[in-house]
Structure formats: C-alpha cells, structure tokens
C-alpha cells in the first residue's frame, strides 16, 4: 500500500514521458543539425511542431478515413470468410485421399468450432465488462495528447542540460564517470530507436507495396499493422502475418502463394540490406535474452510492456 501512489503516479504520467523520450530521440538529431548551421534551436523546434501537427492533419484526412472503411468492409465480409473457409474444409474432408481420417477430422472440426465459439462468447463478455473503463481510458489518451507535445517541447530545448544537473547532487569524484556511462546509454538508446523507427516505416511501406500488387484486400491497414508490430525484435513480424494468412486463405491457395512471396522478399531485404545498414550492431543481445525480455515484460506490464 505504500508504494500504489507512486505506481498510480507512474502509471499517469509514464506513457507520455516514453512517448516523448521516443519523439525527442527521432527529432534531435533534426535539431542539433539546424542549430549548427545557425538556426535558432527554438524556431527549429516551432517548425517541427507545424510539420508534425501538418501530417498528424494529412494523416486524419487521407489515411484514417482509408483505414476505417477497410475495417469496416472487413466486418462486413467476416461472416462471408467464414462460408468460405468452411467450404473449403468440406472440400478438403471430401477429398478421397483422407476418407480414412474422416471421422477423426469431423470430431477434430468439432471441437476446434466449439473452442470458437466459447471464445467469440468470451470475447463478447470482457468487452461489454470493460466498456465501464472506457471514459477512464479515453482519459488517460486525453491525457497523453495533451501532455507529450509540452515534454517535447522541454526536452528538446534543454534536453542536453539534463545530464550535468543529475550528476550535480552526486559527489565529485563521482560525476566524471557517471556522465560517461549516462553519455554511453544516450548514444545507444538513440541510434535503437532512430534505427527502429526508421525500419518499422520502411517495412510498413514495402508491406503496403507488396500487398497492393498482389491485389490482397486491405493491403493500407495490414501494412500498417505490420509496421507497427515490426517494433517488437524477432516477433512483431511473425504476428503481423496472422491476419495476412487468414485473409490469403480465404482467397485461395494463388493468393497464399503470393503472400509468402511477398513475406519471403520483404524479410530478406529488411534483414539482410535495411536493419544492418541502418541499425548495424548497435544492440549487442542475444535473440534469446531478447525473447525472455519481451515474455516477462509483457507479463508486468501487459502490451505496452513489450512494446
């Protein structure tokens, strides 16, 4: 009970100053460019705010509309992808190479829609459960929204500073080092993030490119959501494709084969040509540390953890 103010503390104010931290690592370097070529660090800053608010703008007229009406067509097909897929499950059972295992199928099917169906049931019920908290989380986006552009703001323009005033309560013999180790953590948290960000868009539009040639439905939104979750190492790229293979099997096995073309050559291009040119070895952990790391996070902190 004594420390519950402080997580209530942290569990308001945390998620504004991550995403301000994210922001200011994306834009400093911006920053500091400008300001060595004689331009006032605070003018620069106003700009980056125009063009951020600009695209924040673009984004609400262009994009979201686009992505609203796929979500919405996708809702509306759902129940359609269903009829297929379970036509083509009765095609597979009919199929005279498995009579013999048409029994064991059937019970197998059985139990796998029932599963379904406690789940969609499940689902249903939490959602209607958590509608209670949703003021409570439209709040604390409020919150976010309002807070994460005056941080910015502050530690762009005097971020720099932070390091000398934190090592100034410590004793003298320790500060020395301690700015050095504090210097060694910036560069490296930097270079991830900026590299993160940098990968995550490239692969959200090669997703976008790849899934529009192909003609997959809703290639805008499930572009996005790959580049979203490429921000998770190792696994982000493997969940984006979830929603991708579901939809290439209701298309037919064509469209599946396309949808692996497409995974293979943007898997090959980002790991081997854009993440070691733009992140390089900047990150010296094993994929297995990486994996428990994300596994224990995620159970702290929930999504946001392992984001």
Partial sequence: YLFKPILQFFSIVGIPIIVAIILYYFLVPV????????????????????IILGLLIWGGVVVVPKIQEQIVNFINNLPGYFDEINQQLEKLINNKWINGFRPQLNSIIDDRLSSLA????????????????????????????????????YLLKDGKKFPHYATRFLPTRFRKPTLQVLKEMN????????????????????????????GLDFAVSLGIIAGFLNLLPY????????????????????????VMIVFFVEQTIEGRLISPLILGS??????????????????????????
Avoid: W
């Avoid at 930097?190 to 192909?214: N, P």
């Avoid at 696994?235 to 469209?255: C, E, K, Q, R, Y």
């Avoid at 900047?282 to 984001?307: A, D, E, Q, R, Y």
């Fill in 31 to 50: 920053v500091d460019f400008l300001e060595r070529h004689k331009v006032k660090r605070g003018l620069t800053i106003l700009l980056l705010f125009i």
């Fill in 118 to 153: 406690n789940i969609i049931q499940s689902f249903f019920k939490d959602t209607l459960e958590s509608i209670g908290s949703l003021i409570g989380t439209l709040a604390n986006v409020f919150v976010v929204i309002l807070t994460v552009p005056f941080l910015l703001f």
């Fill in 187 to 214: 560069e490296k948290v930097s270079q991830y993030i900026r590299g993160q960000l940098i990968v995550a868009m490239t692969v959200l539009i090669m997703f976008i490119m790849g899934f529009s040639i192909i």
């Fill in 235 to 258: 696994l982000g790229s493997f969940i984006a494709m979830i929603p991708v293979v579901f939809l290439a099997l209701v298309s037919g096995p064509t469209m599946l084969l396309k």
């Fill in 282 to 307: 900047k990150l010296n952990i094993h994929p297995v540390t990486i994996i428990f790391v994300l596994l224990t996070s995620g159970k702290i902190f929930g999504v946001l953890g392992i984001v």
